[in-house]
């Protein structure tokens, strides 16, 4: 099967963008539905990468970028979950949402390993991705606990 887009296709900052949309359902799809991360990375790069999905065209995910989040949070699970737990002020995890979740803890791992990338660009990118799913309420708390944890960790 061939791609409809190549690999490479649109901006870095849109491929960036993508590759944070693609982590949280990888993360999504691997915890909620119990399947191996890596088994569910594999599968989304060579069947969804690239190619049309609903009829749309998307950006394609920057694959370096989609791997480290993935990986690295899969990596350091239990001290993220535990940062984005302490950063929820009085919610608790587990009456999230467990997209809204998985947002948090992408964002989190982001904001602790890639201090390469401006703090600013992560929470904005991960703002988006809850806004592609989410209401208002949900965006607030995913700026919120990010803020938080970026001031702690940076």
Same mark, same amino acid.
């Given at each position: *099967? ?26 999504? !799809?691997?915890?909620? !539905? ?18 049309? *999905? ?20 899969? /990596?350091?699970?239990?001290d ?9 002020? /009085? ?18 791992y ?19 991705v ?25």
């Amino acid at each position: *099967m061939k791609r409809d887009v190549k690999l490479n296709e649109g901006s870095k900052k849109a491929r960036r963008s993508a590759a944070r949309l693609a982590a949280v359902q990888v993360l999504y !799809q691997a915890f909620h !539905q119990e399947q191996d991360i890596k088994a569910v990375l594999s599968e989304y790069n060579t069947h969804r990468l690239g190619y049309k *999905m609903d009829e749309d065209l998307l950006v394609p995910a920057d694959q370096e970028l989609l791997e480290s989040i993935v990986t690295g949070y899969a /990596g350091r699970r239990e001290d993220i979950d535990n940062m984005v737990a302490g950063a929820l002020d /009085g919610k608790t995890p587990e009456k999230l949402d467990k997209l809204l979740l998985h947002i948090l803890c992408a964002g989190t791992y982001e904001i602790l390993a890639h201090h390469d990338i401006d703090v600013g660009i992560i929470i904005a990118d991960y703002l988006n991705v809850t806004e592609a799913f989410f209401d208002k309420s949900e965006k607030k708390l995913v700026n919120a606990v990010l803020d938080r944890l970026a001031k702690t960790l940076r």
